[in-house]
C-alpha cells in the first residue's frame, strides 16, 4: 500500500508532502499490521477525493487533513498541511479554497502561513470556530508574538461567517501592573497578522478577546477590512480592534467594534485610509497615532465618515509623542455621532504611554516634532459628559496648522452642564458652525466664530452651556 502511494506522489505535486505524512503514520503504528494498512487507505482515500482537493470545486477541508474539530486536540498541523496544499495548488486550476467547516471547534497553536503561493488567488474560508491555547507553554513560551499570521501572500480572500476565540484573558493584567516591569514581562500576542500582504479582503467574521490588537495589517497594500465583528470586555489592556502600520490603500467598512483600546488605531507610515459605517465603542476612539516614539513618523490621506461612537473615552483622536518627528497630513473626521465620549474631538501632540516611557521626564525634554496639517472636523454630532469637548493641545515647538471644524455640535450630557473648545500652539483654526443658534433653543453658546490663531497655551475658543 505504501508503495502505491509512493507511485502516486511522483506524478501529482500536489500530494507530495500529504502522502509523505500516510508514509510516517505507517511506521508509528507498523506493530498493529491490519490497523495499519487502514489507517494509510481511509487517509488516501479521503485525501484523494476529487471534490475536496484535487478537482471540482477546489475546496481544502482541514478534516481531511486530520484536524479533530473537537476543540481539544491541537489541529495547528493539519491546518498548515491543508495551506501547504493550496499554496502548491496548479495555477491553471480553479482558485483553491482552504475550508474551516461549521460545527467544529478547532483548537490551534500559533501559526504561519507564509507565502508566495502558486495560485492566482486563495480563499481561506472559516465557517467554525478557531480557538487559541489557554496556556502560556502552548503559545511557544512567548517566542510568538502573534496568534495567527499571513505572511507574504498576494490575493488573499478570508472570509465566512464563523469565528476567531484568541481566548486572552490568561494575558490580561486587568488591575494593573508595574510599569518598570513593563518590557521584562512577555510580550502579549496578537490575534490575527498579515505582515507584506498584497489585494487583501476579509470579511465577515468574529473576532473575540485578543491577548492584544485583534487584528494588524503590517506592510499590507490594497486591503479590504468588511462585516466584522470585534469584541473584548472595556477593561482589557491594549485589546485595539484593527491597528495598520507601514500600510497603504485601505478600506474599512459595515464593522462593529468593542473592545478595551482603540476600535482603530492608524500607524506610521500608514496613508490612503477610508474608514466607514463602524459602530465604536466601548474603547479608545478611532486615533491616527501614538506617533513619534520611533524615528520619522507620517501618516497621510486618511478619511473617517459616516460612523457612530457610542461610550468611547475618545472619538476622533490625533496623539503624538513628545520629542517625535514626522507628519500627519490631510485627514477628514466627517458625518459621525458621538454619544458620552470624555474627548469627543482631540489632538494631543503631547501623549505618552506610562507603560513605556518616563512620561514625567518626557514632558521636561521638549516639543513634539510630528507636525499636525491640514485636519479637518465636519458635522461632528453628540454629547460630552466632561468639559472640554474639542481639545487641540499642540506644541510649542511645530504646533498644529489648518484645522477647520465646521458644523460641530456636542453638548453636555447634563442639565447646566458645560463643554468648551480649547487650543494651543494651532494657526489657521478656522470654526463654521451654520445654523448653530437656530438648531437648538435648550443651549446658549458663546463661541468665537472664524479664523483663530491659537499661539498661546489654553485658550478657551467657545463655550456651550445647556440649559
Not at 140 to 166: E, M, P, R, T, Y
Not at 176 to 201: H, W
Not at 234 to 249: A, E, F, M, R
Not at 304 to 327: D, E, H, Q
Request: net charge negative.
Amino acid at each position: 500500500m505504501v508503495l502505491g502511494v509512493v507511485g502516486v506522489e511522483t506524478r501529482h505535486p500536489l500530494i507530495l508532502h500529504i502522502t509523505l505524512e500516510a508514509y510516517d503514520m505507517v511506521h508509528v503504528v507498523s506493530q498493529g499490521r491490519v490497523l495499519a494498512t487502514c489507517t494509510v487507505f481511509l487517509y488516501v482515500a479521503v485525501t484523494l477525493r476529487p471534490g475536496d482537493a484535487l478537482g471540482g470545486n477546489a475546496t481544502l477541508n482541514v478534516i481531511n487533513f486530520g484536524a479533530k474539530g473537537d476543540g481539544l486536540a491541537d489541529d495547528a498541523r493539519a491546518f498548515l498541511l491543508a495551506w501547504d496544499a493550496a499554496c502548491r495548488y496548479n495555477k491553471s486550476s480553479p482558485a483553491p479554497s482552504l475550508l474551516i467547516p461549521e460545527g467544529h471547534s478547532f483548537l490551534v497553536s500559533p501559526l504561519l502561513f507564509r507565502g508566495p503561493c502558486s495560485p492566482s488567488r486563495i480563499n481561506f474560508q472559516i465557517y467554525g470556530t478557531v480557538m487559541a491555547p489557554t496556556d502560556k507553554a502552548a503559545w511557544k513560551d512567548c517566542a510568538v508574538d502573534s496568534w495567527i499570521v499571513f505572511q507574504g501572500v498576494s490575493n488573499l480572500v478570508v472570509s465566512g461567517s464563523g469565528a476567531l476565540n484568541a481566548r486572552g484573558s490568561l494575558w490580561w493584567d486587568i488591575n494593573g501592573t508595574n510599569p518598570a516591569d513593563y518590557s521584562t514581562r512577555c510580550t502579549m500576542p496578537k490575534a490575527l497578522e498579515f505582515i507584506g500582504v498584497t489585494n487583501l479582503q476579509l470579511s465577515g467574521l468574529l473576532h473575540r478577546d485578543s491577548p492584544r490588537a485583534h487584528i494588524r495589517l503590517e506592510d499590507t497594500t490594497n486591503a479590504t477590512l468588511s462585516n466584522l465583528t470585534i469584541y473584548a470586555p472595556g477593561n482589557s489592556p491594549n485589546t485595539d480592534g484593527i491597528v495598520l502600520s507601514q500600510s497603504k490603500h485601505v478600506d474599512i467598512f459595515d464593522c462593529v467594534i468593542k473592545t478595551g483600546d482603540d476600535c482603530i488605531a492608524i500607524k506610521a507610515g500608514t496613508s490612503f485610509v477610508n474608514i466607514t459605517g463602524v459602530v465604536c465603542g466601548p474603547g479608545h476612539g478611532i486615533s491616527i497615532g501614538g506617533l513619534g516614539f520611533g524615528d520619522n513618523e507620517t501618516v497621510a490621506d486618511v478619511s473617517v465618515t459616516n460612523s457612530i461612537m457610542v461610550g468611547a473615552s475618545n472619538g476622533a483622536r490625533i496623539k503624538t509623542w513628545p520629542n517625535g518627528a514626522g507628519y500627519v497630513r490631510r485627514v477628514i473626521f466627517e458625518d459621525i455621532f458621538i454619544i458620552n465620549s470624555s474627548n469627543p474631538i482631540i489632538i494631543n501632540q503631547h501623549y505618552c504611554d506610562s507603560k513605556k516611557a518616563n512620561c514625567t521626564s518626557m514632558q521636561y525634554e521638549g516639543e513634539s516634532g510630528v507636525a499636525i496639517s491640514n485636519v479637518t472636523f465636519r458635522r461632528i454630532i453628540g454629547t460630552a459628559p466632561g468639559d472640554p469637548s474639542i481639545t487641540l493641545d499642540c506644541s510649542a515647538k511645530v504646533g498644529c496648522r489648518d484645522i477647520l471644524i465646521e458644523d460641530v455640535d456636542i453638548f453636555p450630557e447634563t442639565l447646566w452642564g458645560k463643554t468648551s473648545a480649547i487650543c494651543s500652539y494651532a494657526t489657521g483654526v478656522i470654526f463654521l458652525f451654520t445654523g448653530f443658534e437656530e438648531r437648538s433653543s435648550s443651549r446658549r453658546h458663546v463661541f468665537g466664530y472664524g479664523l483663530h490663531q491659537c499661539e498661546a497655551p489654553s485658550r478657551r475658543l467657545f463655550e456651550a452651556t445647556r440649559l
